[in-house]
């Protein structure tokens, strides 16, 4: 058991946990005379310690109890040595390693035994940082009401930005969500020639098509029978006692005969104990719209045979109530499957009024004029054109997908604002920063070829107490241990019962994580430069790169967000590819003669 216990992959939640109940220790401990005051000043354990993220505070502590939990669990914040020892000696169960801990000012600080942490990552395998640390069961399929048609099937005209804005949302769901082990279904299905298809594939989103002959007219017919055999349809006779001024039958006969169908949506919700739906949703009527809608979720579910199926409404907060009344119209055409609603805010553009369309077309003429600004007349070919479209793709996905997704966005679209190809600024500073990791390696496997360079050796003959520059033990401490635990949010969302229709899920956080991942490997890089000129041991070297490497993989595996280097290969083809890789990091230099002489 113990031997299973060390090969657990570190965890911060596990370690928040055990360290939470090692200075809790027995209730008796807790300060307070009466059983009864000692449970109400006991703190949660999720507030008697947190994580550390700044260059500044881990300096000292990796780990901090804050002074005013220990008041409460001791008298005068005095840690009985006891309980210092119990919490200095953790080991085991997915918990970082303690080097050592003592009571400041602040607080109870710790600090990890970093040598021990960088052998567990680096040198036990990394897969299980590199994923969610559980796999899941069941299957979501994503609805997004902005493509369903209306009267005809939306364009890239049609399409506003609140509405191009939950089409980013669901994608970026369906791919954190495959990766946590769940079949992920995408509604509705588009017309293979559609131009709105197209449109979205220049984004990288890749939409499930049909053949535009591909007729539903079928499961529509089925649909409206299900409604007008539904218990909750309204007659006329109802609509008529309630309508007032009298002559309420004749009214309803009338309604009746111009073919209205009509849904009691209230009592629906009510009888069916649905939680979080407006209540001033009501009575709805029918239209061939709402039934088609019905009709496209019904062919989405054709080929699910999971019995645990979630179906995620992924809308804006214009949209909202519309989706409300489909998504109770569909429960009483007899469907009964969970249904929630990812609401998102509205997109601001000050001073502008821009379709999906004119958007896109407005930050690719910007992207390009940033490059030939930079690179002048090499800006030209097939080539750029690639470069500079997965460039502007990076740049609208980075914008409308990093901010919580309840949140407005507002967006500076005056033409003079531009954008920038260098500096901490979203999609094209995680790119440039993936560019430059692919060139890096490049550069390392072509010096292992001509010999500059040794093949990396296994993980025991590392030297890990080698790493003493502050940023290795941010990227580690930050980035790889927390990064498997950032994935499993999205699902553990979904999972939450009593919330109502809506369900609130950190999708901005990866994009954040990426931003701040590559801000921070940007300022150790540029300090240390790991192929650069050095005096160090080739053993040294190669754990450097070992460790580099990670980093991109903590970047691949992100993948889903549409800017990075897996999805670049795909976009661009591997000419292209290498070129943007080139351009990217033009002032990137590696000093191959220097290295060999420094191994040597």
Same mark, same amino acid.
């Given at each position: 058991?113990? @031997?299973?216990?060390?090969?657990?992959?570190?965890?911060?939640?596990?370690?928040?946990?055990?360290?939470?109940?090692?200075?809790?220790?027995?209730?008796?401990?807790?300060?307070?005379?009466?059983?009864?005051?000692?449970?109400?000043?006991?703190?949660?354990?999720?507030?008697?310690?947190?994580?550390?993220?700044?260059?500044?505070?881990?300096?000292?502590?990796?780990?901090?109890?804050?002074?005013?939990?220990?008041?409460?669990?001791?008298?005068?914040?005095?840690?009985?040595?006891?309980?210092?020892?119990?919490?200095?000696?953790?080991?085991?169960?997915?918990?970082?390693?303690?080097?050592?801990?003592?009571?400041?000012?602040?607080?109870?600080? %710790?600090?990890?035994?970093?040598?021990?942490?960088?052998?567990?990552?680096?040198?036990?395998?990394?897969?299980?940082?590199?994923?969610?640390?559980?796999?899941?069961?069941?299957?979501?399929?994503?609805?997004?009401?902005?493509?369903?048609?209306?009267?005809?099937?939306?364009?890239?005209?049609?399409?506003?930005?609140?509405?191009?804005?939950?089409?980013?949302?669901?994608?970026?769901?369906?791919?954190?969500?495959?990766?946590?082990?769940?079949?992920?279904?995408? &509604?509705?299905?588009?017309?293979?020639?559609?131009?709105?298809?197209?449109? %979205?594939?220049?984004?990288?989103?890749?939409?499930?098509?049909?053949?535009?002959?591909?007729?539903?007219? =079928?499961?529509?017919?089925?649909?409206?029978?299900?409604?007008?055999?539904?218990?909750?349809?309204?007659?006329?006779? =109802?609509?008529?006692?309630?309508?007032?001024?009298?002559?309420?039958?004749?009214?309803? =006969?009338?309604?009746?005969?111009?073919?209205?169908?009509?849904?009691?949506?209230?009592?629906?919700?009510?009888?069916?104990?649905?939680?979080?739906?407006?209540?001033?949703?009501?009575?709805?009527?029918?239209?061939?719209?709402?039934?088609?809608?019905?009709?496209?979720?019904?062919?989405?579910?054709?080929?699910?045979?999971?019995?645990?199926?979630?179906?995620?409404?992924?809308?804006?907060?214009?949209?909202?109530?519309?989706?409300?009344?489909?998504?109770?119209?569909?429960?009483?055409?007899?469907?009964?499957?969970?249904?929630?609603?990812?609401?998102?805010?509205?997109?601001?553009?000050?001073?502008?009024?821009?379709?999906?369309?004119?958007?896109?077309?407005?930050?690719?003429?910007?992207?390009?004029?940033?490059?030939?600004?930079?690179?002048?007349?090499?800006?030209?070919?097939?080539?750029?054109?690639?470069?500079?479209?997965?460039?502007?793709?990076?740049?609208?996905?980075?914008?409308?997908?990093?901010?919580?997704?309840?949140?407005?966005?507002?967006?500076?679209?005056?033409?003079?604002?531009?954008?920038?190809?260098?500096?901490?600024?979203?999609?094209?500073?995680?790119?440039?920063?993936?560019?430059?990791?692919?060139?890096?390696?490049?550069?390392?496997?072509?010096?292992?070829?001509?010999?500059?360079?040794?093949?990396?050796?296994?993980?025991?003959?590392?030297?890990?107490?080698?790493?003493?520059?502050?940023?290795?033990?941010?990227?580690?401490? @930050?980035?790889?241990?927390?990064?498997?635990?950032?994935?499993?949010?999205?699902?553990?969302?979904?999972?939450?019962?009593?919330?109502?229709?809506?369900?609130?899920?950190?999708?901005?956080?990866?994009?954040?994580?990426?931003?701040?991942?590559?801000?921070?490997?940007?300022?150790?890089? @540029?300090?240390?430069?790991?192929?650069?000129?050095?005096? &160090?041991?080739?053993?040294?070297?190669?754990?450097?790169?070992?460790?580099?490497?990670?980093?991109?993989?903590?970047?691949?595996?992100?993948?889903?967000?549409?800017?990075?280097?897996?999805?670049?290969?795909?976009? %661009?083809?591997?000419?292209?590819?290498?070129?943007?890789?080139?351009?990217?990091?033009?002032?990137?230099?590696?000093?191959?003669?220097?290295?060999?002489?420094?191994?040597?």
């Amino acid at each position: 058991m113990e @031997n299973i216990e060390e090969l657990s992959p570190l965890r911060i939640t596990s370690t928040v946990r055990a360290l939470s109940s090692a200075l809790r220790g027995k209730r008796e401990h807790v300060h307070g005379s009466s059983r009864g005051k000692s449970d109400r000043m006991f703190p949660e354990p999720e507030k008697l310690w947190f994580k550390e993220s700044s260059a500044k505070n881990l300096r000292n502590r990796d780990f901090l109890s804050p002074s005013t939990m220990l008041n409460t669990l001791y008298a005068d914040g005095q840690v009985p040595p006891a309980v210092m020892s119990r919490v200095l000696s953790l080991r085991g169960g997915g918990v970082l390693p303690v080097a050592g801990g003592e009571v400041m000012g602040e607080g109870l600080r %710790l600090r990890v035994d970093r040598v021990a942490a960088f052998r567990a990552v680096l040198a036990g395998g990394t897969t299980e940082y590199l994923k969610p640390s559980s796999q899941r069961e069941g299957c979501v399929v994503l609805n997004c009401p902005a493509l369903h048609p209306k009267s005809n099937t939306p364009t890239p005209d049609t399409l506003n930005l609140g509405q191009l804005r939950t089409v980013l949302l669901a994608d970026h769901m369906g791919a954190l969500l495959r990766r946590q082990g769940f079949e992920v279904y995408f &509604c509705p299905t588009l017309p293979e020639d559609s131009d709105v298809a197209v449109f %979205l594939q220049a984004l990288g989103i890749d939409w499930p098509r049909a053949p535009a002959n591909c007729a539903n007219d =079928e499961r529509e017919e089925k649909i409206q029978k299900a409604l007008e055999n539904s218990p909750y349809r309204e007659r006329g006779t =109802e609509r008529g006692r309630r309508t007032s001024g009298g002559g309420g039958r004749k009214a309803a =006969e009338e309604e009746e005969n111009e073919g209205g169908l009509r849904i009691n949506l209230k009592q629906v919700f009510q009888e069916e104990g649905l939680l979080g739906y407006d209540p001033t949703l009501g009575t709805c009527k029918v239209h061939r719209d709402s039934v088609s809608h019905l009709a496209q979720l019904d062919l989405s579910m054709a080929d699910i045979t999971e019995t645990m199926v979630t179906v995620l409404h992924v809308t804006s907060c214009q949209d909202e109530f519309r989706q409300q009344q489909i998504a109770v119209l569909w429960r009483a055409s007899g469907a009964t499957h969970s249904q929630r609603h990812l609401v998102c805010g509205p997109v601001k553009t000050p001073g502008s009024h821009l379709t999906a369309a004119q958007y896109l077309q407005l930050r690719k003429g910007q992207m390009k004029e940033a490059s030939e600004m930079k690179y002048g007349d090499k800006v030209e070919g097939q080539t750029w054109d690639d470069i500079i479209k997965v460039m502007t793709s990076a740049t609208v996905r980075f914008e409308l997908l990093s901010t919580v997704h309840t949140s407005p966005v507002t967006l500076d679209v005056q033409r003079e604002g531009g954008v920038s190809t260098k500096g901490p600024r979203g999609g094209v500073f995680v790119m440039y920063n993936c560019a430059r990791l692919h060139t890096l390696f490049d550069s390392y496997e072509r010096g292992v070829e001509k010999g500059l360079y040794p093949e990396i050796p296994d993980g025991s003959q590392l030297d890990f107490s080698a790493l003493k520059e502050e940023g290795e033990w941010l990227l580690l401490f @930050n980035y790889l241990i927390p990064f498997s635990e950032l994935l499993d949010q999205s699902g553990q969302s979904l999972d939450c019962e009593g919330g109502g229709a809506r369900v609130n899920i950190k999708t901005e956080q990866i994009c954040k994580f990426l931003v701040s991942l590559s801000k921070d490997f940007s300022s150790y890089y @540029n300090r240390v430069h790991v192929l650069g000129v050095r005096t &160090c041991s080739s053993v040294y070297l190669c754990f450097e790169w070992m460790k580099v490497q990670l980093i991109l993989k903590s970047v691949q595996i992100t993948d889903h967000v549409g800017s990075f280097q897996s999805r670049l290969g795909t976009y %661009l083809g591997p000419l292209s590819f290498s070129t943007f890789c080139q351009i990217a990091t033009e002032p990137l230099t590696i000093n191959n003669k220097s290295i060999n002489h420094a191994l040597n």
